[in-house]
């Protein structure tokens, strides 16, 4: 991205900063203001991850709809664990969902996500994550605590995070 940042007119960088100076960072150690090269490489990161075209000018901040994902449920039948997310509106086709590794059941939160992927179609209002969450973490052992955090992107920017956590059940 930096490349890209260079590549720049001064006008399109300039362009960056005023749309970056009314965003604030999240950072773990603390949020400030954004300047325009990390506001260039947040937007592009994104749109670069889930296979859309990268952008020379800040596209207009959206205003983002309802969060449709509202749960996280782990089963575990005959030892066969799934995840599915409730859902009881339609996602869209721009929710993000991150996992977290499985960890001990005494974990309240949890801040070290890697992206799944994109949300799955939801059928009968519940969308099966666990493809997505096995992909990148093997199937979680019974009884650790699964994170899973989804957020909305539109045109690069994304929106506030929700998260869900769940323990995983002995079989039934």
């Known amino acids: 991205m930096s490349g890209g940042w260079r590549s720049l007119q001064e006008p399109q960088r300039a362009a960056w900063r005023a749309a970056a100076s009314g965003v604030q960072s999240a950072s773990r150690l603390g949020s400030g ?8 490489n947040k937007i592009n990161c994104t ?15 959206p205003t983002f709809p309802e969060l449709a994902p509202q749960g996280l449920v782990i089963t575990n039948a005959g030892g066969v664990i ?3 997310l409730t859902c009881p ?7 993000i969902v991150r996992g977290s590794k499985a960890v001990s059941q005494g974990f309240e939160k949890f801040t070290d996500f890697r992206v799944l992927g994109t949300y799955p179609a939801a059928v009968a ?11 990148r973490y093997g199937a979680p052992p019974v009884g650790t605590k699964v994170f899973v955090r989804v957020s909305q992107f539109i045109g ?10 769940a323990i995983v059940p002995a079989a039934a």
């Open 89 to 95: 509106a339609d996602p869209g086709e721009n929710t």
């Open 82 to 84: 799934t995840l599915r």
């Open 156 to 165: 690069g920017w994304e929106d506030v995070p929700i998260t869900f956590a």
């Open 47 to 61: 749109l670069a991850q889930f296979g859309q075209d990268q952008v020379d000018a800040p596209p207009a901040r």
């Open 33 to 40: 203001p954004l300047t325009g090269q990390q506001l260039f």
């Open 125 to 135: 209002n519940v969308a099966d994550i666990t493809n997505l969450y096995t992909a």
